[in-house]
């Protein structure tokens, strides 16, 4: 079965502390894609990142970084340098085969000034 | 470009009553979908459409209808609303080569409330 594991719910950091989003997933394609999705307060999805299962480097885009690893199926991503604006929900997504997105439940991210 | 464009952005409905949730996109995307978010939870599948005359049910189709004249729009219906139909409702689209690879483009949703 398809799943993505977010087990944490929500996380609370100060201003300018890093900090790591963990996905899991589970899938029997040999083929898949990865999603980050940000869902902030006014309730918009926002695209982050998508990792093919064939490409396991890392991701780095200025604050923002994932780490793909295959071999414990996780997909983490990490905010560096935390801002007040980064506050929002993020959901981790996975793509199988049959061209549908699961989606895992989200952690809340909340920053504190 | 407007992107993804949805309309009501809110709307109470009464148990029984039916609805159609517009959806609209300008980017001659192919793929076009339809999620449901519940509170706290992520997004679940509800239809999509690879393209104009084609749908498939997603995860949770019951209770909806959705129908694919036009590459632009995609209306999702409701017959009969259910109190467990109250949720955020969430178009995207996405181009169609790859489709898999590509990445999903949403709408700003629709919040439903059945009383």
């Known amino acids: 079965a398809q799943k993505v594991t977010q087990a944490q719910t929500e996380i609370s950091v100060v201003e300018k502390e890093d900090v790591t989003l963990d996905c899991v997933y589970e899938?029997?394609?040999?083929?898949?894609?990865l999603f980050w999705y940000k869902q902030p307060p006014s309730g918009e999805l926002v695209f982050l990142i998508r990792r093919n299962s064939f490409d396991e480097q890392n991701e780095i885009s200025g604050r923002y970084s994932w780490n793909f690893q295959k071999s414990t199926s996780s997909f983490n991503f990490t905010i560096t340098a935390s801002q007040v604006v980064d506050s929002a929900v993020y959901f981790c997504a996975l793509r199988d085969s049959n061209y549908q997105l699961i989606w895992g439940a989200g952690t809340k991210l909340i920053i504190k000034p | 470009n407007a992107g993804v464009t949805q309309t009501p952005k809110f709307r109470i409905l009464k148990i029984g009553q039916s609805m159609t949730l517009q959806c609209t996109q300008d980017m001659n995307h192919n793929y076009m979908y339809w999620y449901r978010q519940d509170p706290g939870m992520g997004l679940k599948l509800i239809y999509y459409s690879v393209g104009a005359g084609i749908t498939d049910k997603g995860e949770v189709p019951n209770g909806y209808n959705v129908s694919r004249s036009t590459t632009e729009d995609f209306p999702l219906r409701l017959e009969l609303a259910a109190p467990s139909q109250t949720s955020v409702y969430f178009c995207?689209?996405?181009?169609?080569?790859?489709?898999?690879?590509?990445?999903?483009?949403f709408g700003p949703g629709t919040r439903l409330t059945v009383l």
């Open positions: 995207a689209s996405s181009y169609g080569g790859g489709a898999a690879y590509n990445e999903q483009f």
């Open positions: 899938t029997r394609d040999t083929t898949y894609y």
